[in-house]
């Protein structure tokens, strides 16, 4: 059973303590949990051809049925990479052009990343810095292929 | 480019979100959450045509598929078993509505005061079957389709599911979902054969 | 095993196995010889292929946006008395050890404050100072496009999802 007292010691050390891991946890998480970010790309075929929403889009598919009225998602290809602070990452797209990311910064659960899509010819199509949340998608679209067009979907995390 | 390599079926962050959330992830159960609220409300809607009751019923889903978690083996996808779950609560809303003649269906769709999305019409071009009156008889129609026969509809048709999928979400077999889809369709098919014929 | 229960069944089975291109290559072209010389059978065909295009060209029903920002809360609600809700871990069992231990605990606690410190001065060193949080999960910092490729940023009501779209110019 516990003393109703309790010693000087465990409120101070337990007052710091957890002022001191607030502190830590709060902005700085990103130092313990990696130098890395965890990039995930879903490379997406969209038309208005017959075809429907591929089902291994899950949860994407409604946000791309309300964002867009293509008929048809199919999923391309879905390259992951973990490229470290001002690394860069490439994955390849369709129609001989190449995506590329780099990770500016990381900090508290949020990424700075630069986004280019480059052509055949190594000319960057689209050049575009994005800050994204943990867990949150951007998607950069547009790029003509087949009868449709590209839609890529970039989440970082 | 070499052809890309066909990822798995599910994503597998649903499966290692699954694992966490079984083992008391909060967080992993909440992003689980998040990323299939919309299709389960979709879900619901198309089955019973009412939003309170599709919020209603796709909330308790969620709820439910909490709950059961330590039964989830793992077989099917966890978004095809959320939608089980989310079909049996729909049907059984629908047979409760039915026996009480409460039934109640809206045909509207947008969200009141929002505006459609309207990206570049130079990429995204109108599609041409868009038409208020079959959409209002195909509505109808599905409403009045007994609520097995629904389910497999809107998931082969709207959600675009396979057959194994869908037999997988209803718990039935694949010749019993291939028979009720048949009815389904032919009903509808029906209803339309009729409009059709007026227009001629 | 699809095309052999349609094949298995009779001739309205087929037509419609058949509108929904459900019927093995052979099959299909037979029923589809028999449909051009009967009108009967193009209506319906017709009408089948209605209600596919139709309900596959719905628009998703979608919550509003509130109803979608409390969506997880309304789960939350659902849960049983006495479920944990969306449970937290349980606490760690290093707490005692702290609690029961005076000399390691100022120390821990010390040894923390100096880290804390340390951590600030290296991560204001490497990234910059903290930036605020950015609200909806997703920011459009910069854009450059090419010169013949216009670009447009935007979210479409409803949606989660900021879009960065370039306009290619046609090849053709």
């Known amino acids: 059973m516990r003393h109703r007292r309790r010693p000087r010691h465990r409120a101070f050390s337990g007052v710091t303590l957890v002022c001191s891991l607030v502190a830590i946890l709060a902005p700085h998480a990103s130092l313990f949990a990696q130098a890395t970010a965890s990039l995930r790309v879903q490379v997406i075929y969209a038309a208005n051809d017959p075809g429907g929403v591929d089902a291994r889009l899950g949860g994407l598919a409604a946000e791309l049925q309300r964002t867009f009225r293509y008929s048809k998602y199919e999923l391309l290809d879905s390259p992951q990479g973990s490229p470290a602070l001002n690394q860069s990452w490439q994955a390849n797209l369709p129609g001989d052009r190449r995506l590329e990311i780099t990770p500016t910064a990381m900090q508290g659960g949020q990424y700075s990343l630069t986004v280019r899509v480059l052509s055949s010819s190594g000319q960057a199509v689209v050049n575009t810095r994005v800050r994204l949340r943990s867990g949150a998608t951007v998607l950069v679209g547009g790029p003509s292929h087949q009868k449709g067009v590209l839609i890529i979907a970039i989440t970082a995390g | ?200 | 095993m699809i095309h052999w229960f349609h094949m298995a069944l009779g001739r309205g089975r087929r037509l419609a196995a058949y509108a929904a291109a459900e019927l093995p290559p052979a099959e299909h072209a037979r029923v589809e010889a028999d449909v051009r010389s009967c009108p009967a059978c193009r209506r319906e065909v017709e009408a089948y292929h209605l209600v596919s295009s139709t309900l596959r060209t719905e628009p998703p029903a979608r919550m509003s946006p509130e109803q979608a920002a409390a969506f997880l809360a309304g789960v939350e609600r659902r849960l049983r008395p006495g479920t944990a809700a969306l449970a937290r871990p349980a606490r760690p069992a290093l707490r005692e050890l702290f609690w029961d231990h005076p000399r390691l605990s100022l120390a821990s606690a010390a040894a923390a404050v100096i880290l804390v410190l340390g951590l600030t001065l290296v991560q204001m060193e490497v990234w910059g100072p903290w930036s605020p949080s950015v609200p909806n999960g997703v920011e459009v910092v910069s854009i450059e496009a090419g010169e013949d490729a216009p670009v447009m940023v935007f979210q479409a009501p409803g949606s989660s999802l900021k879009v960065i779209w370039v306009f290619e110019k046609p090849t053709s």
Not at chain 2, 77 to 98: G, M
Not at chain 2, 174 to 193: D, E, I, N
Request: aromatic share 6%; proline share 5%; with cysteine.
């Open chain 2, 1 to 200: 480019m070499a052809g890309p390599e066909r990822p798995s079926r599910e994503p597998e962050d649903d499966r290692n979100l699954v694992d966490r959330a079984k083992q008391g992830d909060r967080e992993a159960f909440a992003t689980l959450v998040r990323r299939h609220q919309d299709r389960a409300f979709n879900l619901a809607y198309q089955m019973v045509r009412n939003r309170e009751d599709a919020l209603d019923i796709s909330q308790e889903a969620f709820a439910r598929a909490y709950t059961s978690l330590p039964t989830f083996k793992g077989e099917a996808s966890f978004s095809t078993w959320l939608h089980r779950i989310v079909v049996n609560l729909a049907i059984d809303s629908l047979r409760r509505k039915r026996v009480a003649g409460t039934a109640s269906y809206d045909d509207t769709r947008a969200v009141p005061g929002e505006p459609e999305a309207e990206p570049s019409t130079r990429d995204d071009p109108a599609i041409a079957l868009e038409s208020k009156q079959v959409r209002a008889l195909l509505a109808r129609g599905i409403a009045q389709l007994p609520p097995a026969q629904q389910a497999v509809l809107v998931l082969r048709e709207i959600e675009g599911m396979t057959y194994e999928e869908i037999s997988q979400a209803v718990g039935c077999s694949l010749g019993t979902v291939m028979s009720r889809l048949f009815y389904a369709r032919r009903r509808l098919q029906q209803v339309l054969k009729m409009h059709l014929a007026d227009l001629r």
